[in-house]
């Protein structure tokens, strides 16, 4: 579900407290590193997120928002923000040539340049706090 979010949106808001828990109070932020990514470069998308990039020759910029319970990515598009909200449990990363995340069926890829090294320590926090929620949802007992 993506939202446009380039003003207050309390619908989108909303959407994202349930589904993604509320977001850190200044002082948990500062405790844990910080709760946001610098801007990356937007290398390629998927056919669904198409219409959310800029169709001219424009560099297309996001950033990632950290949640509690998951992940926003912010989208820019000329002077408009879109927010894709990602709950862990359908999160997905892959490091292939730069960065990408899927879930829903959609993906976005990151360019693999000096922007991409500059949140090499965010990206991991991301990968950890997910490896820490899959812990919650482990159904089947392991077999010895």
Do not use: C
């Amino acid at each position: 579900m993506i939202y446009n979010t380039t003003h207050k949106n309390k619908e989108a808001e909303s959407i994202f407290n349930d589904l993604l828990g509320k977001g850190y109070s200044f002082f948990q932020s500062v405790k844990i590193g910080g709760t946001g990514s610098k801007r990356m470069i937007i290398e390629e998308v998927s056919v669904g997120f198409q219409k959310y990039m800029n169709t001219i020759s424009d560099i297309n910029y996001g950033n990632i928002e950290l949640r509690k319970q998951g992940i926003i990515v912010h989208l820019n598009k000329g002077l408009k923000t879109f927010s894709w909200a990602i709950p862990f449990y359908q999160l997905h990363t892959y490091k292939t040539n730069g960065f990408s995340i899927h879930a829903h069926g959609n993906f976005v890829r990151f360019k693999n340049n000096k922007l991409l090294k500059e949140n090499r320590k965010f990206i991991d926090k991301i990968i950890n706090l997910k490896i820490e929620n899959d812990k919650h949802y482990d159904f089947y007992p392991t077999i010895n």
